[in-house]
């Protein structure tokens, strides 16, 4: 059987949230699903108090935005499914859900979206060394999940790879949860992320090792972390023989970066473009957030890896272009409301990492007017076409 | 420098050709607008049969292709998965079981080594079946390769004769002389000079032939297939439902006991373990153009079908489908052959679900075709011109 909604939104952090009170709001019937235990996406391990203006919730920590969110939602009669991963999107807008029941078992459902918002998120980016599978190497946002959410410490001794913004926080919440991070290693001249992020891990005495790498992952009898061997690196980021030094620890956090989750658009041959600036490969969209293909939408880290606050926006906007789409909102309404979403979004986009951003998402927009004009109405596979035979 | 050939498309077809013509001495360039088996050799099952065969030039050609892959694997240094497991073809109905017979002593009476095994013999060799069927064909010599290590390993073996690979090179024009012959590849990575040109795109040699003004009947037919997450051993054979052949040959006309979902996507159960020991599971084959979407209800009708045969299926899980596109031509039968209007072009293309198959025995014969040596068989049955005369004919 196949269920019938206005919209379905695949993924429930602040993009998916967004997206689904707006199109709510104006009256769609939405299910959102997400594969995890809470709805809120990555705003629940983000402890720290946001940056910004009132409206992007500064001064507000990351799980209170994301509580608020929730509770929009559900007062907005959004349907949320939990432990709901969905596994496929066919031709037709058929999108195929495995979702965990009550009783432990699982059932497939199929849920027929008249348009679909797909807001998956970003993945992380490992890094490959010897001995880059043992277990205690892992994603710092994993290590972060960890620690804030589930209040499990993933090791004792930690050594960070990367120095972004997440390498920083993520560094020092594992500190206030009683690790030990015994050093930051970054291959760049200089740190990455913040001044402000970079000092609390300074004046916590973090050994910082610049212009260095990790070359391999020492294990015990067991297999598992017991060091972390780090080595200079030249201008060409290759190590340097004979700088190697080995920091003793249990477990390796790797910051690398994020790339966009795109498999869902990919398997609707939505075209994509590739920015780095922004992760990788995205969906190119237009300014409806609407992709090449009629009624699909993206929003938040999947059309390119920025901050949960632009998320956020760029979910509001492509609510309320499905709403339109679905005829549910005057252009007059749909409009305005679209364009005071997007005088946020670009006012998030300052400085010098969104300067980046805002050029690169310039060209997705002005490649998708160029390349692909107005989004193209999915071909529906119909019966066995008998022309060849 | 001028190429002695240049081989367009670098999939089981072209890498094959371009690799036996190294064999012959011949200098050999190979170009795809992808990678190497970037298109339908990525992207379909892994077995080479006899059993699915047509009896004569068919199951001539398909055993001849199966002995060559044995050589092969044994000379050649990358490894492509060789494994002869043989393949059992399944009967639901005594009209089947009668049907299959005949079909097993036809081929036996040719020579080859293919008998029938009743319900007992079923059981013993594949536990896991379902207990109500009558038994099967079996025949032991059928092989499984890995499709795209097939390229790969024609590619690396080609390389140590000196052969040239243009993976990634968009083809815009192919410049004939005044007197209508192949004389150069012109591409964005510039102009590659050749005496003759092989068109092996498969589902997209049309498109090669639309740049010398021929017109190829080569249509994209999806197949289907879905993976298992790893599982402990439930098959050991290539195992095939005798229906398989009815969507195979149209010709032969079974009326199946299948549900409406199973029929309306032409689904033929086929089933087969890999290295990794995930199952593949197939299959589907229809007519979409080149969209290789899966579709929903073609993977029920698979799984539908799957666990008709295997009920164990029903406890694992699916963890993926794939489809490609097959180059299908009308009367079933490849593209071998020259083309007698333009010197110095050729076509090896069409080989529908065979491609895998067929690859060796393509490269041979085509090898033979271009040093104008006698070929192993007579393949006047695939030249390009059969079609000519049935335009003319129609």
């Known amino acids: ?389 | 420098m001028i190429y002695d050939v240049t081989v367009i498309g670098a999939g089981a077809i072209g890498t094959s050709v371009a690799y036996h013509l190294c064999q012959k001495g011949f200098s050999v360039a190979l170009i795809d607008h992808g990678d190497i088996a970037n298109g339908s050799s990525s992207h379909c099952d892994a077995v080479a049969l006899i059993s699915d065969k047509a009896p004569g030039l068919d199951t001539q050609m398909g055993y001849a292709s199966i002995q060559h892959y044995g050589e092969l694997a044994k000379t050649f240094s990358y490894d492509f998965e060789y494994d002869r497991k043989g393949c059992l073809y399944v009967c639901e109905t005594e009209e089947e079981y009668a049907a299959a017979s005949a079909y097993a002593k036809r081929q036996a009476s040719d020579g080859y080594d293919m008998h029938m095994v009743d319900a007992q013999t079923l059981q013993e060799m594949e536990p896991f079946l379902a207990k109500d069927l009558l038994g099967g064909i079996w025949t032991p010599g059928d092989i499984a390769v890995c499709p795209y290590k097939v390229c790969f390993a024609f590619v690396e073996e080609g390389k140590k004769q000196g052969l040239q690979v243009y993976p990634y090179t968009h083809i815009s024009r192919i410049r004939l002389s005044a007197d209508h012959a192949v004389e150069a590849v012109e591409t964005d990575r510039g102009d590659i000079l050749t005496k003759r040109v092989i068109n092996c795109a498969g589902v997209w040699a049309p498109d090669v032939g639309r740049l010398v003004g021929l017109e190829i009947p080569i249509q994209p037919r999806k197949g289907m297939n879905l993976i298992s997450e790893p599982t402990e051993r439930i098959v050991w054979h290539k195992v095939m439902e005798f229906g398989y052949m009815m969507s195979k040959f149209e010709s032969i006309n079974f009326r199946r006991n299948v549900s409406p979902l199973v029929e309306e996507y032409n689904v033929a159960f086929n089933i087969e373990y890999t290295k990794a020991d995930n199952i593949l599971l197939g299959g589907y084959r229809g007519f979409r153009g080149f969209d290789v979407r899966s579709e929903l209800e073609a993977m029920q009708a698979i799984a539908e079908r799957g666990i008709r045969f295997y009920p164990c299926l029903k406890e694992i899980n699916c963890i993926r489908s794939y489809a490609g596109v097959r180059p299908y031509v009308k009367d079933h039968l490849p593209i071998v052959s020259a083309v007698d209007t333009i010197p110095g072009f050729y076509i090896a293309a069409g080989h529908e679900g065979d491609g895998i198959c067929l690859s060796p025995i393509t490269g041979k014969l085509m090898a033979q075709l271009v040093a104008g040596e006698p070929t192993d068989f007579d393949i006047q049955k695939l030249s390009f011109s059969r079609f000519a005369n049935a335009q003319q004919t129609a």
């Not at chain 1, 497939?108 to 998120?121: E, F, M």
């Not at chain 1, 980016?125 to 043992?134: A, L, Q, S, Y």
């Not at chain 1, 009629?294 to 906007?317: C, H, K, N, P």
């Open chain 1, 1 to 389: 059987m196949i269920l019938e909604k206005d919209v379905v939104v695949v993924g429930a952090g602040p993009a998916g949230l967004a997206a689904a009170i707006e199109a709510a709001k104006a009256g769609a019937a939405v299910l959102l699903v997400d594969l995890n235990l809470k709805a809120g996406g990555q705003l629940f391990k983000q402890i720290h108090k946001f940056f910004g203006s009132r409206a992007h919730y500064s001064g507000t920590r990351g799980y209170d935005i994301g509580k608020k969110l929730v509770k929009e939602a559900t007062e907005s009669q959004v349907e949320i499914w939990l432990q709901s991963t969905a596994v496929g999107v066919f031709p037709g807008n058929k999108v195929s859900i495995e979702r965990i029941l009550q009783n432990g078992g699982k059932k497939l459902y199929t849920v027929h979206g008249k348009t679909i918002i797909l807001a998956t998120g970003a993945s992380e980016n490992v890094v490959r060394f010897k001995g880059w599978t043992r277990p205690g190497v892992m994603g710092a946002g994993a290590a972060q999940t960890m620690v804030n959410v589930d209040h499990v410490k993933p090791g004792q001794k930690i050594v960070m790879l990367g120095s972004g913004n997440v390498g920083l926080i993520v560094s020092y919440q594992l500190m206030q949860a009683g690790c030990d991070v015994v050093a930051l290693v970054e291959a760049a001249p200089k740190i990455g992320g913040y001044a402000v992020h970079a000092a609390k891990i300074r004046r916590a005495g973090v050994p910082i090792f610049t212009k260095h790498t990790i070359v391999e992952a020492l294990g015990d009898a067991e297999g598992k972390v017991s060091g972390a061997v780090i080595a200079e690196v030249d201008e060409k980021f290759q190590p340097i023989p004979g700088t190697e030094q080995t920091i003793p620890c249990d477990t390796i956090t790797l910051a690398a970066g994020l790339k966009p989750v795109v498999e869902l658009t990919r398997l609707m041959n939505c075209a994509s473009a590739f920015e780095p600036v922004l992760g990788g490969f995205i969906p190119m969209h237009n300014q409806d957030m609407e992709t090449s293909v009629q009624g699909i939408f993206v929003a938040g880290d999947a059309t390119g890896v920025e901050e949960a606050s632009v998320a956020l926006e760029e979910g509001r906007i492509a609510g309320v272009a499905a709403a339109q789409a679905l005829g549910l909102l005057s252009q007059e309404d749909a409009e305005s409301q679209k364009q005071f979403y997007w005088n946020r979004v670009n006012s998030l986009r300052s400085g010098p990492f969104g300067e980046k951003r805002l050029a690169a998402k310039q060209d997705v927009l002005q490649c998708y007017q160029e390349q692909i004009h107005t989004p193209q109405p999915e071909v529906m596979i119909g019966g066995l076409a008998s022309g060849a035979d």
